[in-house]
Structure formats: C-alpha cells, structure tokens
C-alpha cells in the first residue's frame, strides 16, 4: 500500500484488485498509508480467472476515469480516537465487563472477538498492578519501546533506539503499556523482560498463511524466573512459560491492533498462536553444542528471547512409538531399526535419519528441532559434536532433484515464478535439467536444535526460525 | 460503596495521519501509458493481461510482473511517463 500511496500522491491514478474478504485490511492499510478512498476492485477466490476479470473490467476502467468524488478530493489529518493512559475508571466489576467486551466482526469471521483479550480471562490491569509489575524492569514507564539493538527489521534496517511499530497497524507503545499487557496475561514482575523482549519484536502476526509464533528462552534467565525446560515445557502447567507467551498474542491484539478477519487473515489460526513459550535446557547440552543465545551472537551466561514468529508449516512430532527410540538404541530392535537398516545392531545411531525422508514431503524449508536431552546425547555420541555438524549433515540431506522441487508451491514465489537464476549453478532455472539436485533447504544455518523435555525420548519438529531474513534473538538483559 | 479502580490502557498509540486526496483520473483512455503491475494469482493475472491488451489497442502497455508478494515499483523515469497503475492481486 506504501507503494500505492507513493503513485497516487505524485499524480498516477491507480486501481487495486484485491479479494472482498481483504476489504477492511486494505481499508485500514489505505488509511495508515494516507489515501483512505483508494479504489479498489473485488476478485473472485472462486471463478476461473477469464470469466472473473470479465466481471469486473469495466469497474477497472471505471476507476481510472470516473472523476474523484469530494470525499476523494480531501486533504485532511486522521486523529486516532484516544490515546488517553487511563482507559477505564470505575468499579472492579465495571473494569472486569469492560475489559471483556467484544465486537462482532462481520465475514469472514461472523462471529463475536474480544476488544482486549486473547479471548480468556485476562487479570484488569489496575494502576496499582501496573506499577507492581514495573518493578520487573529498570526502563521507565513512559518511554516508548525501542530497538535495543541494530537489526533488520520488517521494513527494512533498523537502529538501536528506533521505535518499535507494533503489527500491523505500526502503532508504537510505553513500557507502560506492555506491562499492562503483561498483568492482563497474568505474569509476574519478574516475567517483564522477557515480555518487552517479545515486544521489541514487533509481535508479528503473519497474514493469510501462518502456524502462529512460537517462542523460546535461552540463558540465565529461564531458571531465575522458574521456567519449565523439563517434561511438558511446551505444554500447560508452568506459569513463568505459559503467561510470557500468553502476552504475544494480548500485545499483538492491543499494541498492534491485530484483529481476526480484519487485519489478521489467517484462515483457520492455529493451536501455536496461543503463543507457547519454552526454555532451553542448556545444562544439557552436550560440550561443544552452542546454547540458542550463542547462535545469536550472545554469551552463555546472556538471556535471550528467540522469536519464532511465523511457523510456516505446522509441527510434526512423536515418530517414535513407546519404547520404540530406546529398542533402536540399546539393541536395534524395532521399526526405526529395521528403516535404517541396523537391526540387532545397538547404538548409538543417527535417529535423524528416520525422520528427514518426511521433512521436506510436503514443504521446503529448514527445519527448528525439538529434543529431549538424550536424544542429543546419542547424536553427540554419534559423532555430531556440535550442533553445526548437525545442520551441515541436515542441510545436504535436504537435496533433492529438480523435478521433485518444482512440485512445491512456495517455490513459484520464492524462485519469481522460475524466471531468474539457480543460485548454486549460477544458472537459468530453465535451464536445469530434471535431475539436477536442489537444496530443499535454504541454508544449513536456518536450522535450528533446541535441546528440552523431559526423559521420554521424544522430538516435535517446526519450521526454521529464520523467516524473511529477520534476527529472531531478542536480548532480555536489556530489559532488566 | 464499590471500591473504584484506575485502569490503564494496553492499547498501542496510533500516529496521526496526514490524508491526501487522490490523483485525478484520467480523460481518457486510449493513448495512455498504461502500467500492469502484477504479484500473484497468475489464474486471473494472465486473463487480466489478455484483456486489457484485446479490448484496449490503443493503450501503451507497460508489465511490471512478480510472483512474489510484493510489486515491482516504477523506476524514477516511469514515474515520469506512466498515466495509471492497475495493481493486483497482491499488494
């Protein structure tokens, strides 16, 4: 739309075709661009595309020559309705109803979502808890919420001290507020760096496609607050792990303004944009596996906040039945055995092997995965003595030939619909021939080994953290 | 009497914004220079350029094409000659 906006205001008439669900996003983004009438055309998700743009034609002529309307002569200044730091006095029962409002949202919802909630109970937000919950952090109240470090941001570079615009309606925010966020979700003062360091990340929420966010405490810290990095550590249960994450999506709902089939079109949602918050077990890393936080560039003994924020092809997990890792392991006895090919053979073998044949059947991609400490040990065991030597390994397994790669979807994006070059060979994508090997994943580096859980061996496994180029680690100390 | 409580606002703050009007429309079509700027959705795409380049003969076509999610802009000397952007179906 800032491209849009861009050509209206040096004189270009546009028209933009768009579906009618996107309607209210592109109305909004239209507005926060400054061209609030832009015109705009509907397509269809369902006519074939001849008989479609038969439909409409007319109206896009139409747009381009149809003189402006007042309305779409005015210059003017949009003034947001209320940014008032008190936003409800009155009664605990009265906050309590006003804080659990909701507002019906028309197609493609048609159904009731909460004005301020993740759409559970949240804690009001009182001056008095507020002010509680500051203490969790040395940054003042009233400062805005910045960058604590120069990174690539969304929209481009970003410096240190640059506010943080929240998605997607780029609105900025006060320490103050997250930590008003941050009560409503239920944590703890303690919690409250580790939630501005999800804030800095401008709790992004994807639009159309996406798994949700899913985030992760590396360092000190996550043992400091009680973080479960045991048995069930993404799961319920943990305060410290399921209020953190709890506030993505509340700040994504207040700070960002984030609302279901208004802005924030992911068609089904999913179970991960609760969000979930787990800890990295460093203790259990085995010698010469970096922690999460060095893979970030940070020291051992430095607290970070990796942030996940656009899951892209779900979570696949629990491959292995009940005793059936441990038979492979001890005896060579089982189904992954007899994959693999070392029946009566024991340990300690690559595991991994049974599972890469099915991480790229439905999508390209790296891979972020899960593992219980021991099953990190028998990769150590193994031979991988660092988590690079996994990724490697991972990254090579990860080709396949040309003819299976074009079978993806995202690849028509990814490779401009096979118009530019391969980047390895350096040659035409239609050039290759179909045998040509293709890294289904982009880099041995977006890979990504998060060591937790408890003694049943057991490992999920997610998309790569690394999307769009975005640094996923977010410094916590800097928010003590 | 019910104990009163402050509440503080968890809502982000939204900037002002300057609203423009927008450009003027054209007079007429043909002889127009004329961008089809194109992310996505090749199904309707392709007819959409099949169409307009049938039914409009006397338009100077300018493609700006992209399977990506975003459009590829006009360069600083196309801004100068283009009369219109048609922009679908991603923006």
Wanted: one cysteine or more; glycine letters at 10%; hydrophobic letters at 35%.
């Amino acid at each position: 739309m800032p491209y849009l906006a861009k050509l209206e205001k040096a004189g270009i008439p546009t028209v933009l075709i768009d579906f009618e669900d996107q309607a209210n996003m592109v109305q909004q983004t239209a507005l926060r661009s400054g061209i609030p009438h832009i015109r705009y055309v509907h397509a269809s998700r369902i006519l074939p595309g001849p008989q479609d743009v038969d439909t409409w034609m007319d109206r896009i002529m139409d747009a381009l020559v149809v003189p402006l309307t007042d309305k779409e002569k005015e210059i003017g200044t949009w003034v947001p309705t209320s940014d008032d730091r008190l936003i409800f006095e009155g009664t605990m029962d009265g906050a309590e109803k006003f804080f659990h409002q909701t507002e019906y949202v028309p197609h493609p919802v048609n159904a009731p979502i909460a004005r301020y909630t993740d759409g559970l109970p949240v804690r009001v937000p009182t001056e008095e808890r507020v002010a509680e919950m500051l203490k969790g952090t040395s940054h003042k109240p009233d400062e805005i919420v910045t960058y604590q470090s120069d990174r690539r941001g969304w929209n481009g570079p970003v410096k240190k001290g640059d506010p943080v615009l929240f998605h997607p309606m780029n609105w900025t925010a006060t320490v103050e507020k997250v930590a008003a966020c941050a009560v409503m979700a239920g944590c703890q003062p303690e919690h409250l760096p580790a939630v501005l360091a999800i804030a800095e990340s401008t709790c992004y929420i994807a639009s159309t496609h996406t798994f949700g966010q899913w985030l992760c405490v590396s360092g000190p810290y996550a043992k400091e607050v009680g973080m479960n990095s045991g048995c069930g550590m993404l799961g319920p249960g943990n305060i410290a792990n399921s209020t953190i994450g709890r506030t993505y999506e509340i700040m994504a709902r207040n700070l960002g303004g984030a609302i279901p089939g208004i802005n924030r079109m992911t068609s089904l949602g999913s179970p991960f944009e609760g969000s979930r918050c787990c800890a990295e077990n460093s203790d259990a890393l085995p010698s010469g596996w970096k922690g999460i936080n060095e893979e970030g560039g940070y020291r051992r003994d430095e607290s970070v906040m990796l942030v996940h924020p656009h899951v892209n092809d779900g979570i696949r997990g629990v491959q292995f039945s009940p005793g059936g890792y441990r038979a492979f392991q001890k005896s060579g006895h089982g189904g992954i055995a007899r994959k693999l090919g070392v029946k009566g053979k024991p340990g300690p073998h690559n595991w991994l092997e049974f599972l890469v044949p099915e991480f790229w059947i439905g999508r390209e991609g790296a891979k972020t995965i899960i593992m219980n400490p021991e099953m990190a040990r028998h990769l150590y065991e193994y031979g991988f003595k660092t988590k690079e030597a996994v990724y490697e390994w991972l990254y090579k397994q990860s080709f396949i030939p040309l003819k299976d790669y074009r079978n993806y979807s995202w690849v028509d994006l990814h490779t401009n619909g096979w118009l530019g070059i391969e980047p390895i060979s350096g040659k035409h994508w239609k050039e290759l021939p179909d045998d040509y090997m293709v890294p289904a994943a982009e880099d041995p580096f977006a890979f990504c080994i998060v060591v937790g859980g408890g003694d049943e061996e057991v490992s999920h496994q997610l998309s790569s953290h690394h999307h769009l180029g975005i640094n996923p680690y977010y410094s916590i100390d800097a928010w003590r | 009497m019910a104990e009163k409580v402050r509440c503080i606002s968890p809502v982000g703050i939204a900037d002002v914004v300057k609203t423009f009007p927008l450009a003027p429309r054209l007079d007429k079509i043909d002889g127009k220079n004329i961008c089809i700027s194109i992310c996505g959705e090749p199904d309707i795409t392709i007819a959409l350029e099949k169409k307009l380049k049938n039914d409009y003969t006397n338009v100077n076509w300018l493609l700006k094409k992209t399977y990506s999610l975003y459009p590829i802009g006009l360069t600083d000397e196309e801004m100068k000659t283009t009369d219109a952007v048609i922009q679908g179906v991603l923006w």
